[in-house]
């Protein structure tokens, strides 16, 4: 009987440990199952939130005139300065930007000019609420200068970064009097930024000017087949890129205001192309022999700096 009494105790001792342990299995499984899902709660709620971030205004407060700073700061300077710039590429934190726009700027032997640029510019597209890349293309030692040529490859190389809607195609040394002057593309035409430079005295030169700064959609820009590559030397590859406008039946949107208006910092005059009238001549049989789908160049670095994207280039 005694025997008996032991045997089923400890059969109920058994029966209650696994009891217990059952319970402690599904009370974690439970635990455990509860953070997974609140976990992916998380996820969820901050992809929607990501969804759901309002787009900018279409006109960002605190824009209006600005005063020009042409002091040559130092690198480290700058780039303290925009702390929160990472690999040549900002957007807005609080909203979702309305156009993802490419800064393009031909360069070569300008470090001074680009240094006042950068300090200057970036206030500017920050403050207008934009997803923003510069990219700084530069032209190797050898042949002369090549504006477009230069456009052409940043264009190309900024598209394999990103999918950028709007193109501003800019010179290193003009700087916005006044962020009124909004650095996006019109779907409609293509946009002229500088409707006028101090050096001469806010005037256009004539009215077909398209030089300076100009912003262009991708499919604008593609449209006229972008810019000549035949215009080494100053000159000609503006207006060649306007009379592609013109043959590809748009027509040129300018700002006409003073938002329009730009200070020049000052350098040494490039050399003339004194071909430059021959090769405007023959435009419009070029047009699709000679632009980006005829583009050829070696790309000799590509760096990711802090305040720009660094490309250096040769023509092949």
Known sequence: MQHSFKATLFFVVIIIQGFLFCA???????????????????????????????KCPLVSPGLGQLKIDKV??????????????KDGHHCPENCKARQ?????????????????????MHPILMRQQLEYGIYVVEQSKGLEFNRGFLFNVGFKEALKDSDYECFILHDVDLLPENDY?????????????TAGIDKWNYKMLYTSYFGGVSGMTREQYEAINGFSNSFFG??????????RVIWSKMSVYR??????KYTSLQHKQAVGNSKRFEVLKTGKERMWKDGLNTLKYNLLQKTYKQLYIHLTVNVT
């Open 24 to 54: 402690w299995i599904f009370i974690y499984r439970g635990s455990m199952y509860e953070q997974i899902s609140r976990n992916d709660t998380s996820n969820v709620m901050k992809s929607l939130t990501t969804q759901r971030k309002r």
């Open 72 to 85: 040559t700061h130092s690198w480290e300077t700058i780039e303290k300065k925009f702390s929160k710039i």
């Open 100 to 120: 993802k726009v490419a800064i393009i700027i031909p360069f070569r032997d300008r470090e001074n000019q680009l240094r006042v640029f950068l300090n200057h």
């Open 181 to 193: 002057n909004t650095y996006t593309c019109s779907t409609d035409h293509p946009k002229h930024l």
């Open 234 to 243: 100053w000159g000609g590859e503006d207006d060649d890129l306007y009379n």
């Open 255 to 260: 700002i006409i205001n003073d938002a329009g």
